[in-house]
T-cell receptor
Framework: DADVTQTPRNRITKTGKRIMLECSQT?????MYWYRQDPGLGLQLIYY???????NKGEISDGYSVSRQAQAKFSLSLESAIPNQTALYFC????????????FGDGTRLSIL | AQTVTQSQPEMSVQEAETVTLSCTYD???????LFWYKQPPSRQMILVIR??????QNATENRFSVNFQKAAKSFSLKISDSQLGDAAMYFC?????????????FGKGTKLTVNP
C-alpha cells in the first residue's frame, strides 16, 4: 500500500460545485501539506498542518479550506469551484525534524468546467 | 523575493552517459536550502537530493550529485550513468532557513529524456 494515498485520482466537475480531496498517510508523520501544480510549473503551497490542532495558510490559500481530522488524515475543500482551480493537487507528509515534504501522494487531477 | 530559474526546458541523454541540469537562483539570504525533485510520468514528486547553503561540500546521492556554487548562485544536478528510469521532469527548489516559512520556490522544470 502507498504511504500517502489521495482520493480521487481524477475528478471532473462543474463551476460552483463543492469538492473535497482526501489524503491519508501511514507514515505516522505529524506534518501534512497540500500543494497545487499548474502545467509547466512547480508546486505552490496551499495549506499545511504540523499537527491536528495546527493549520496554516500557504501562499495560495484563497478559495480553499482544509480539515485535519486525525494525524493520518488531511482533506482539502474547494467550497465553490472555479475553472482556474483546474490543476494537479498533491498531498505530502514529513516528520517533525524534516526541512521539507518527504513523501508525496500520486496527485489528484482536478478539472473544473 | 527569491526566484529559481531552470534555463533548459528539455534535455536528452544517451543511456549510460552523464547529463547536467542547470539551476540558478536569486536571493539576498545567506542561509537557505536547495533541492532537486524528480517527477516521473507517474506524477509523484520524489526528492532526489538536497543541499544546505552553509555546507561547502557538494551533496551526493548515488548517481546524483550537485555542483553548488554559492557565489554564482548556481545549483546544477549531475546524473551519472543515466538509466531509462531517470526520464522525468526535474524541478529545482529553494527554501528559506528562516523559521515559520514552509514555502518552497520552484523553477519551471527540465524535462529529461533518456535514449536507449
Amino acid at each position: 500500500d502507498a504511504d500517502v494515498t489521495q482520493t480521487p485520482r481524477n475528478r471532473i466537475t462543474k463551476t460552483g460545485k463543492r469538492i473535497m480531496l482526501e489524503c491519508s498517510q501511514t507514515k505516522g508523520h505529524d506534518r501534512m501539506y497540500w500543494y497545487r501544480q499548474d502545467p509547466g510549473l512547480g508546486l505552490q503551497l496551499i495549506y499545511y498542518s504540523f499537527d491536528v490542532k495546527d493549520i496554516n495558510k500557504g501562499e495560495i490559500s484563497d478559495g480553499y479550506s482544509v480539515s485535519r481530522q486525525a494525524q493520518a488524515k488531511f482533506s482539502l475543500s474547494l467550497e465553490s469551484a472555479i475553472p482556474n482551480q483546474t490543476a494537479l493537487y498533491f498531498c505530502a507528509t514529513s516528520d517533525a525534524g524534516s526541512l521539507l515534504p518527504q513523501h508525496f501522494g500520486d496527485g489528484t487531477r482536478l478539472s473544473i468546467l | 523575493a527569491q526566484t529559481v530559474t531552470q534555463s533548459q526546458p528539455e534535455m536528452s541523454v544517451q543511456e549510460a552517459e552523464t547529463v547536467t541540469l542547470s539551476c540558478t537562483y536569486d536571493t539576498s539570504e545567506s542561509d537557505y536550502y536547495l533541492f532537486w525533485y524528480k517527477q516521473p510520468p507517474s506524477r509523484q514528486m520524489i526528492l532526489v537530493i538536497r543541499q544546505e547553503a552553509y555546507k561547502q561540500q557538494n551533496a551526493t546521492e548515488n548517481r546524483f550529485s550537485v555542483n553548488f556554487q554559492k557565489a554564482a548562485k548556481s545549483f546544477s544536478l549531475k546524473i551519472s550513468d543515466s538509466q531509462l528510469g531517470d526520464a522525468a521532469m526535474y524541478f529545482c527548489a529553494y527554501k528559506t532557513s528562516q523559521g515559520g516559512s514552509e514555502k518552497l520556490v520552484f523553477g519551471k522544470g527540465t524535462k529529461l529524456t533518456v535514449n536507449p
